[in-house]
């Protein structure tokens, strides 16, 4: 599989960092959850797929500011490290750093080098008594012995990382999703991201182990789709990346049709549990053009994503103000300078990793141990098919004719109104055109001519 390069004056100069190869073929596990190959996904998928990678590892996205309350829905929590410090008491050989040395008679009187030197001024005062002790042995001398280790204790410092439970939020039991797929969302590439969020937030929600049911509205509420056990996501998946956009945007149906749906599903249509709050949260991703709201019951967790692409009507402003003021997290997004992951450091990655002379180990993965080679393939495929479509444009900004999801609707707002304020005009002109007199043409007597070889003359 060949893998397409940016120029090397793109390329870093650094090496790979610990750890970060095997982060990049953990990533793209999204792969497994759709039980498709890759030759099979289609490149707006892909797209999507890249960005959700992005969202649930946590990674920033180019022209998109996220905030800290969104990041903790849509990416599981993150293992803590705490460091502390200890004493420890430990047991050390020291040799000393020249040899050692000792006092004692002088073994030789070839010796004499070594005689000390409180000796030597005796020879030089008392020649005779030093010669006498000389031969007697009472001159000393010194004599080097080899280096002897000492043992020794000391008290060491060590620093110690210690994993520690992450400050997450508790876990999930049912989560209720409602994507906004009306045709306001073609605009500023609001449901490309919307696509990719929602996966994010619903494959960390499976990997909770919770119940996640599903709907997808316009000026309508669509079928409900339901995810109870692991096997049922790579459906709900599907359902995600095939949707696209129509009708306008009903934020009261589908929100009436969320709360009769999880009194069902949380048995609250009694009236001992009339004032229970539900365990089921939430999460509604939309732009909020919508003209009417309904009442949010108290206890309901509410998660809004606001998908804003500029300045809202007036009449849609009673209904986003209650959604605000109602949800439990409310969180505004701008999607207008939005633009794909660049994937030349992955690319550059996979290149190093398959140049490594290093032993080929297994990847640690939540089913069991993923093959490296088999992997890597998988992702240059992956790199291949979303570079190529991208040859001759500005690097980065999603591709406008690849998915529908980025074609401008034919007969959007703007359209109809400009057809309205153009309609007047031109049938005003059409009326001046037919009032306005015409100035009279002069008719003239026709000038003496030949007709079929006859020669006309004008009677007298």
């Known amino acids: 599989m060949s893998i397409e390069l ?21 990533s793209w596990g999204i792969l497994d959850l ?27 996205l180019p022209g998109i500011d996220l905030p800290d309350e969104l990041m903790a829905l849509v990416a ?7 460091t502390r410090t200890r004493l420890e008491r430990r047991r050390r050989m020291v040799f000393p750093a020249a040899d050692d040395t000792c006092v004692q008679p002088l073994r030789n009187i070839l010796d004499f080098p070594n005689v000390m030197m409180p000796d030597l001024l005796m020879r030089s005062e008392a020649r005779s008594l030093f010669n006498y002790l000389l031969v007697s042995g009472g001159i000393n001398g010194v004599y080097p012995m080899g280096c002897v280790p000492a043992s020794e204790e000391y008290d060491e410092l060590i620093e110690e990382q210690v994993p520690v439970d992450p400050p997450g939020r508790k876990k999930r039991q049912k989560v209720y999703a409602l994507l906004d797929v009306s045709n306001s969302m073609r605009d500023a590439n609001k449901l490309i991201f919307a696509k990719a969020l929602m996966l994010a937030y619903l494959i960390t ?3 909770e182990k919770s119940h996640i049911y599903f709907r997808t509205f316009g000026n ?7 995810c109870l056990t692991r096997d049922a996501f790579p459906e709900l ?32 249509r009694t009236a001992a549990s009339l004032f229970d709050a539900p365990p089921t949260e939430i999460m509604l991703i939309s732009d909020c053009e919508s003209y009417s709201v309904p009442f949010i019951p108290n206890g309901i967790k509410l998660h809004t994503v606001h998908l804003k692409s500029g300045s809202m009507a007036r009449s849609y402003q009673a209904g986003f103000e209650r959604i605000r003021a109602a ?46 080679d088999i992997r890597r393939q998988q992702i240059a495929q992956v790199y291949d098919r979303l570079v190529q479509p991208q040859k ?35 049938l005003a002109r059409e009326a001046i055109r037919l009032v306005r007199p015409r100035p009279a043409i002069e008719h003239q007597p026709p000038k003496p001519g030949v007709a079929l070889g006859m020669s006309i003359r004008p009677r007298r």
């Open 6 to 26: 940016p120029p090397s004056d793109v390329l870093p100069s650094a090496g790979p960092r610990p750890g970060e190869i095997t982060a990049l073929f953990q």
């Open 34 to 60: 759709l039980g498709l190959t890759v030759a099979e996904l289609p490149p707006a998928w892909l797209e999507i797929l890249n960005i959700a990678r992005h969202l649930h590892e946590g990674h920033p």
């Open 76 to 82: 599981p929590p993150k293992q803590g490290f705490e």
């Open 205 to 207: 929600a499976g990997e």
């Open 220 to 226: 309508r509420v669509h079928e409900r789709t339901d």
């Open 237 to 268: 998946a599907s359902r995600i990346l095939r949707v696209t956009p129509d009708g306008s945007t009903d934020i009261e149906r589908a929100l009436a049709q969320a709360f009769d749906d999880i009194r069902t599903i949380d048995n609250l």
């Open 327 to 372: 949800s439990t997290t409310f969180t505004e997004v701008g999607t207008a300078a939005f633009s794909l992951p660049e994937t030349a450091r992955d690319r550059w990655l996979l290149l190093q990793d398959g140049r490594s002379l290093d032993p080929i180990e297994a990847i640690p993965g939540p089913d069991g141990p993923i093959d490296r």
């Open 392 to 426: 001759g444009r500005h690097k980065g900004r999603p591709v406008r004719t690849r998915s529908t999801m980025h074609i401008r609707p034919r007969f959007s707002f703007l359209d109809i109104l400009r057809e309205m304020l153009l309609s007047p005009v031109t």
